[in-house]
């Protein structure tokens, strides 16, 4: 993530210093990893509860929108809760993880600015977010799914932006500038 905003001429910096995360204009929440270990992770920092608290504009990314939902079933999870979503595994027929170019449909929202219906973005997970009323994105891979949900000052993308060529570096910048 850092490489991404450097190549759009942003500079950021990657802390988990709670005063830092309060003061900051703007926080992105990237996510790598696994549901279980990265909630202990922000717990022993403090974050868990730092988080959700949180009125800047926040965008989660990947294991990041996950973690802000209420519960995930990976590891039988209990996440920040900042939308009232469960994370659910994707049905055992479907390859797993999820990797590579998917569209994203039913674009809603400034963060979509200047995005075409059914452009390209980079996915890599094993786990998925139901449609739901914080939709602003949809993505089908077996099923239909949230590719990107907002609530308030927080958005969250399940693709990675990062990754995701011109079309990420778009939605970057309008969350950067327009949200």
């Known amino acids: 993530m850092q490489f991404a905003l450097e190549r759009l001429g942003l500079q950021a910096e990657c802390t988990n ?24 992770e922000l717990s022993k920092y403090g974050l868990d509860k730092i988080i959700p608290e949180l009125k800047q504009p926040v965008l989660g990314i990947c294991l990041g929108m996950q973690l802000m939902c209420q519960h995930s079933e990976e590891n039988d999870t209990d996440c920040l809760g900042i939308f ?24 809603k929202g400034h963060l979509f ?27 089908e891979y077996g099923i239909a799914y949230s590719g990107a949900i907002r609530k308030d000052n927080f958005y969250a993308c399940q693709f990675h932006p990062e990754k995701s060529g011109d079309v990420g570096e778009k939605i970057l910048m309008n969350f950067i500038k327009a949200v």
């Open 17 to 40: 210093e709670a005063k830092k995360i309060i003061d900051a204009d703007k926080v992105i929440f990237p996510g790598v990893g696994e549901a279980q270990s990265a909630m202990k």
């Open 84 to 107: 009232p979503i469960e994370v659910k595994k994707f049905d055992e027929r479907l390859k797993v993880p999820h990797i590579g170019w998917n569209q994203i449909q039913k674009l």
């Open 113 to 139: 600015d200047g995005v075409k219906k059914d452009e390209y973005v980079y996915y890599v997970h094993s786990y998925y977010i139901p449609e739901n009323p914080y939709s602003i994105a949809d993505t």
